[in-house]
């Protein structure tokens, strides 16, 4: 189950839960996000990671999220171009309090455009 938020509409990500462990996000790209290099911004990037990651894990009992962000590091590798981008994250350790996990960006050629890592807290 994944927690609906207007913003995740706004940016229009459909989402692949592939396993328990593994989330996929895909992001159309659309004109708001791209920079003046004409490449999609490294914000809209990083959000993107930060979704999947974030989405890996199954909200609570209340249905509302049961992590936050407690560390993000996004690294870009090349300049995103291209009609989609798609966030493939993995969760890389559960612990009690803090979870680990990790996340490759693919642009609709395949390639990698940037890696990312994130921290997620319990709440």
Request: charged share 20%.
């Amino acid at each position: 189950m994944l927690i609906k938020q207007p913003f995740d509409e706004f940016l229009k990500f459909h989402y692949e839960r592939v396993s328990k462990s593994n989330m996929k996000v895909t992001l159309p790209v659309q004109p708001l996000f791209i920079n003046s290099a004409g490449l999609v911004h490294g914000g809209i990037i990083s959000t993107l990671a930060d979704v999947a990651m974030g989405n890996i894990f199954e909200p609570g009992e209340d249905q509302l999220q049961s992590v936050v962000t407690a560390d993000l590091k996004v690294t870009f590798l090349k300049g995103a171009t291209g009609e989609y981008l798609i966030a493939d994250a993995h969760l890389v350790k559960r612990g009690r309090t803090l979870s680990h996990t990790d996340c490759l960006i693919y642009n609709d050629q395949d390639q990698v455009v940037a890696k990312a890592s994130g921290i997620f807290a319990s709440i």
